[in-house]
């Protein structure tokens, strides 16, 4: 199995652009997250989803959206895009917290470098 | 607010010496913490994990220990490799206002292994 997949590896963006970064796994994991990492910094939450149809802002979700159509997909989107944005994105997945029990690991996909100019 | 953090940025250690990466956290109801092994160019890799219940968890040539009376987190490399050589994550789970779990990263310690 592939795990996660993201595309594209990278970009370079206009500023004022859109663009979607898209994220799938076939782990048939319930929920999935975006994180961006900056340098110096951990890894900050954007947006994430418990299940398909539903989703929840992060720690850092201004200026991205995402939706939830199925189960394997979780595009990030950028309306417009700014150079603040300039980071590496990772989309993760894993199976949600269960009542009693623990948030099960989260993997990881490859990420996507994007520079906004 | 409350976070996780690192002690050390970077850490160099002699190729079959044994690693050890710390971590404090500050929030103490967390329960559940995780360490991360992230590659250059690559996603973040689970090491290990460890809930708030045990003082010790060992794996393959890893082990974590935690201390919650001075909330400090370490991971333990025994007979470090090159391949050992990246940037570590601890990250601490904890159960939201609304009842969802979160995962907070700290900065990341960074792993040279001298040859």
């Known amino acids: 199995t592939a795990g996660i997949t993201q595309a594209p590896t990278s970009q370079i963006l206009a500023a004022g652009r859109s663009m979607t970064l898209r994220c799938t796994q076939d782990m048939r994991h319930n929920a999935m997250y975006w994180y961006r990492q900056d340098l110096g910094l951990g890894l900050r939450l954007i947006h994430y989803s418990n299940t398909a149809g539903t989703t929840g802002k992060g720690e850092v979700p201004d200026g991205y959206s995402v939706s939830r159509a199925n189960t394997d997909d979780f595009p990030l989107t950028l309306a417009s895009a700014v150079p603040s944005q300039t980071s590496v994105y990772f989309c993760?997945?894993?199976?949600?917290?269960?009542?009693?029990?623990?948030?099960?690991?989260?993997?990881f996909g490859p990420g996507t470098r994007l520079l906004v100019l | 607010g409350e976070s996780v953090g690192l002690h050390l940025p970077t850490l160099s250690v002699q190729e079959g010496d044994n690693s050890i990466i710390n971590c404090a956290y500050s929030n103490s109801a967390s329960d559940y913490f995780i360490w991360y092994k992230q590659e250059s160019g690559k996603g973040p890799q689970f090491i290990i994990d460890i809930r708030s219940n045990m003082d010790k968890r060992q794996g393959q040539r890893v082990t974590v220990l935690l201390n919650k009376t001075v909330k400090h987190l370490s991971l333990q490399i025994a007979a470090t490799q090159p391949g050992d050589s990246a940037v570590y994550f601890c990250?601490?789970?904890?159960?939201?206002?609304?009842?969802?779990?979160?995962?907070?990263f700290g900065s990341g310690t960074r792993l040279q292994v001298q040859p």
């Open positions: 990250a601490e789970n904890i159960e939201e206002d609304t009842g969802r779990r979160a995962l907070t």
């Open positions: 993760a997945s894993s199976e949600p917290f269960r009542g009693g029990g623990f948030l099960e690991t989260q993997y």
